[in-house]
């Protein structure tokens, strides 16, 4: 019985060994991970300032550099310089710049172009985007930080997914009497799958702060996916169409009538209008396409993941921005047709389906010269889009 | 393979070191789920973001 024992302690102990050092060794080659988000009072969640984010995926190796205000940009300061015209890039991971390196980002390819092309000043393009911010987030970003920063104009990168995520915010939000959000309170919405999640994830707080726990359960569910393509396709199609768990909603060809879910964004556009009039300040919107919009062969594996089929699919939600857009006299890019008339493939990752460096280099050609035909960088009192009707000044 | 799993099963059961055997069934076990799980993505899928 004594030997048992003893044997029984020393395989105890050699097990503890090996999970220890492994636990070790996945914080080693985890070690500049870094967190993504962290949850903001006001914002919901925001960057953590001067983190190092590395990923490494099938599809790209990136590694993204916050800088001390929070934002993915190189540093810069709060005060303007003189002779600079600066403009605030606001906008979700697109505009961040999932699977890109920070040169390669729209914004920077815009901030490089329009300096080519020379003019009196120089010009800074901040890069504000942060993955899954939509409207209602960025009038609140712009009532806290961004008019800090004295942009001279505001580019917003409206996203289809935009429709979700501020019909998710505005549930957690908390409002003033006039309707404006105060905040978004840090609760987490559901989001595509999390019930996944919940399910296999460990409920046990120790093994939830194992590295190593982490690192199984992420290859489990990379297995899972694998041997399930069918099984999250025609799970994908039960949900479409349902704005509580669908963020590809405004491509669904059973959405039925959303535009409600629309007009709800709308309100925060117009919001971050009013509150940039108010400070003199220039303002554009600007969308782009998803994959499903413009190709049969774009975004090959993710698409099937989200219950897409292989061809080209119609979205009414550009429609519904230009005629926000042109009723309040914003100008409007939407770049669809640039990605259409594009020679190059891929412009999106096959899986991930965000930008790929072509796809921004695309985004960045098309926002330059829309910048430069709208002469967006003329000074503010010369910038009503003379092209649009303004039904309400 | 086989012939590698075993000469290890015989080489702790010579020497009595079966204290070995959870290190190596730790290791192969990791390196398989690796190994199969590698060439997919769904792990974004599932993302939270906090």
Known sequence: ?393 | MAELLRDLWMFMKVRKKFWLAPIIVVLLLMGTLIVLSQGSAIAPFIYTLF
């Open chain 1, 1 to 393: 019985m004594k030997k048992f024992l003893q044997n029984l302690g020393l395989v105890l102990v050699s097990t503890l060994l090996i999970l220890g050092t492994l636990e070790l060794g996945v914080r080693y080659l985890h070690r500049n991970l870094g967190k993504y988000p962290k949850k903001d009072p006001i914002l919901h969640h925001a960057l953590v300032p001067n983190a190092v984010l590395e990923r490494i995926k099938d599809e790209f190796a990136v590694t993204y550099r916050i800088n001390s205000l929070g934002l993915r940009n190189e540093e810069f300061s709060i005060e303007k310089p003189q002779d600079t015209f600066r403009v605030l890039m606001l906008g979700d991971s697109y505009t961040f710049g999932i699977g890109v390196e920070i040169e390669e980002t729209f914004a920077k390819q815009l901030e490089k172009r329009l300096n080519a092309a020379g003019g009196p000043k120089k010009i800074e393009v901040i890069n504000a985007g942060v993955s899954s911010y939509s409207p209602i987030i960025e009038y609140l970003f712009l009532v806290h930080k961004g008019l800090s920063y004295q942009p001279d104009l505001v580019i917003l990168n409206y996203d289809i997914s935009d429709v979700q995520d501020d019909y998710k915010y505005t549930q957690i939000a908390e409002f003033d009497a006039e309707g404006r959000p105060l905040k978004v309170n840090p609760i987490e919405v559901q989001y595509y799958y999390r019930e996944i999640r919940k399910g296999i994830a460990s409920n046990i707080p120790l093994l939830q702060k194992l590295r190593l726990h982490q690192f199984i359960m992420e290859r489990v569910y990379q297995l899972m996916g694998k041997r399930d393509v069918p099984h999250y396709y025609e799970m994908a199609k039960v949900i479409s169409g349902d704005i509580e768990y669908d963020r590809d909603l405004p491509m669904r060809e059973n959405a039925g009538d959303w535009k409600q879910h629309f007009d709800s964004s709308a309100k925060y556009l117009g919001l971050i209008d009013e509150l940039l009039k108010e400070n003199n300040i220039a303002f554009a919107i600007a969308t782009y396409p998803y994959a499903i919009l413009i190709s049969e062969q774009e975004w090959k594996i993710g698409r099937r993941l989200r219950g897409f089929d292989e061809k080209i699919y119609p979205t009414k939600l550009f429609d519904y921005l230009a005629e926000f857009c042109k009723e309040r006299g914003i100008p409007f890019l939407n770049s669809t047709p640039d990605f259409i008339a594009a020679q190059e493939y891929p412009l999106y990752y096959a899986y991930d389906g965000h930008f790929t460096p072509a796809g921004h280099a695309i985004a960045g050609k098309a926002m330059t010269q829309f910048v430069l035909d709208k002469q967006l960088l003329a000074p503010k009192s010369s910038l009503v889009d003379k092209s649009h009707h303004v039904a309400n000044p």
